[in-house]
T-cell receptor, first 115, second 113 residues
């Protein structure tokens, strides 16, 4: 698909296992983080977001953890299914006072789920 | 509620031509952002519009421009196309006036020959 680069890190997991996708963000001033899933031929799909005043946020089968000390973000997917196979992107955002800031995306991680 | 729609989905142009891409945000969303996605550079921010005003612009040459209409629909234009402009162009809309929780459309695949 369009989102796959030549050197995307790949995570391969067995169906039913838990997956953990990691992301190091760049700006210590970033105050909003978001995870997207992109399947081949499609636009990025919103999964979950978290603001910098939180350390953890849970959704349906997904959990995002934020460690501001080491500028690290992770996405945990419980009971991974074949339909979870995709490229996952983390993105960060800085809000400068009244300005809005744009999303800065990581390079992505390809998740491959083995049945 | 319908998602973000982008037209056309695929486009083939020749170097030197110009192109206009269209984006219709989710109903009620007033913030629209554009991104370029390539295998080499990944997802890069182009610009953001809110209430017909460009609020933020990425690091792209002036050949890339955009606008937003009163109904929040947005267009982006690329003039004097170059081979390197071949990419997936993605539009995202947000209900938030601060650009949180952006929802993407399927993109327009532009190929420049």
């Amino acid at each position: 698909g369009e989102s796959v680069g030549l050197h995307l890190p790949t995570l391969s997991v067995q169906e039913g296992d838990n997956s953990i996708i990691n992301c190091a963000y760049s700006n210590s001033a970033s105050d909003y983080f978001i995870w997207y899933k992109q399947e081949s031929g499609k636009g990025p799909q919103f999964i979950i977001d978290i603001r910098s005043n939180m350390d953890k946020r849970q959704g349906q089968r997904v959990t995002v953890l934020l460690n501001k000390t080491v500028k690290h973000l992770s996405l945990q997917i419980a009971a991974t299914q074949p339909g979870d196979s995709a490229v996952y992107f983390c993105a960060e955002k800085v809000s400068y006072g009244g300005s809005q800031g744009n999303l800065i995306f990581g390079k992505g991680t390809k998740l491959s789920v083995k049945p | 509620k319908a998602g973000v729609t982008q037209t056309p989905r695929y486009l083939i142009k020749t170097r030197g031509q110009q192109v206009t891409l269209s984006c219709s945000p989710i109903s009620g969303h007033r913030s629209v952002s554009w991104y370029q996605q390539t295998p080499g550079q990944g997802l890069q921010f182009l610009f953001e519009y809110f209430s017909e005003t460009q609020r933020n612009k990425g690091n792209f040459p002036g050949r890339f421009s955009g606008r937003q209409f009163s109904n929040s629909r947005s267009e982006m234009n690329v003039s004097t196309l170059e081979l390197g402009d071949s990419a997936l162009y993605l539009c995202a809309s947000s209900l938030s006036d601060r650009g949180y929780e952006q929802y993407f459309g399927p993109g327009t695949r532009l190929t420049v020959t």
